[in-house]
């Protein structure tokens, strides 16, 4: 039993470092996450606290598993987990038996689980902790007192920096595919023998009588087509089965007209600099006196410099007045542009469609650093 109970410590306390680490490394992608629970439990009120509660979460796992590891008042640290893990595995069982959300974050976006994966390794965690939860009195401190609770501090005030450096500035390791070096245009493609969506065609009719709608596959026409009690509405494509997704499938550059640009911009020889704004209602205007400069330096030297945004036109057009950015605004998909760099606004460099470099708003470079670095131009 004592080498099961040191077992079970070894890998939750393991597991709880490397799951809090990798969420702490974006915590602002975890609340992304955390926003879909929000939503699935009618709980909106919280969303302005998404971003806090997210951090909590991340320091406070690592902080467990080192106070695990290092046998810092098991009691305490025992009961903390139990509860957790017993809070965690109910939201990743109801997301997985209600289809509700598909991606759990308990890893970030470097390892992605689907639902019953998320909920499974859940119930393993489950079993580990409970071991070390009968057996928590037994469960002494490795060095003394004085060393775990010294231990237990430094892996919690670490964390807490780590966590706010990650948020303030970007992510140490981006596991997403529009890190630096990826090529956006390659991450759209998908590759050969990929398995396509499964499609059957169906056809929607509405029972008169009650205004009930009812879906007919296509052995199933003849019932309806000639029944005066039904009435045709729609024809659709459904997915039965869904194939392989390109790593990116949701960008694209429009302008207000609904123009596609996206090939335009990928294609471009020469450095073209993407401002990222998700949601200009929400960016850091603080950031726009030196979005302006390197703009004004950019084009001076013939250098595409663009923003885009998932704002709506009319509230952009404001926006751009408002802070006299003299460049143009385009527009994606919001999620996409969240997905792309962890700052409102964000800075990305592209050279053919392969991302150069990137800044968050915190750390945006003057063009002169840009271009003793990129850009050589005399």
Known sequence: MKQLVSISRIL???????????????????????????????????NGAGLAIAMLICIFEVALGVALLVGYRMVMVSWLMLLMILFFTFLTFYSAYFDVVKDCGCFGDALKLKPWESFYKDVILLVLILIIFVKRK??????????????????????????WHCYTHLPVKDFRPYAIGKNITEGMTLPPGAITDSVVMVFIYKDKK????????????????GNEQYEFVDRLDKVVRE?????????????????DLTSDFLSRPDYVFMLIAYDLTKADVKAQDKVNALAAECQKNDFEFFGLTSTIP??????????????????????????????????????????????????????EELNAKYLHKK
């Open 12 to 46: 939750v306390g393991v597991l709880f470092i490397i799951s809090g680490l990798i969420k702490a490394n974006d915590a602002l992608g975890f609340s992304y996450k955390l926003d879909e629970y929000f939503v699935v439990f009618h709980m909106e009120f919280l």
């Open 138 to 163: 037994s469960i002494k401190p490795l060095i003394g007192d004085k060393f775990a609770g010294f231990m237990s501090a430094t892996g919690l005030i670490l964390t807490t920096w780590f966590t």
């Open 210 to 225: 009650t205004g009930a709608q009812v879906e007919a596959g296509m052995d199933q026409v003849s019932t309806y087509s």
């Open 243 to 259: 194939g392989d997704k390109a790593a990116i499938h949701d960008f694209a550059i429009k302008d207000a007209e609904d123009n």
């Open 314 to 367: 009319t509230e952009t057009d404001k926006f751009r007045h408002d802070h006299q950015n003299m460049f143009p605004y385009y527009f994606c998909d919001g999620t996409a542009l969240k997905t792309i760099i962890r700052s409102n606004p964000g800075l990305v460099l592209l050279k053919q469609g392969t991302v150069i470099d990137m800044w968050h708003h915190n750390d945006f470079p003057t063009y």
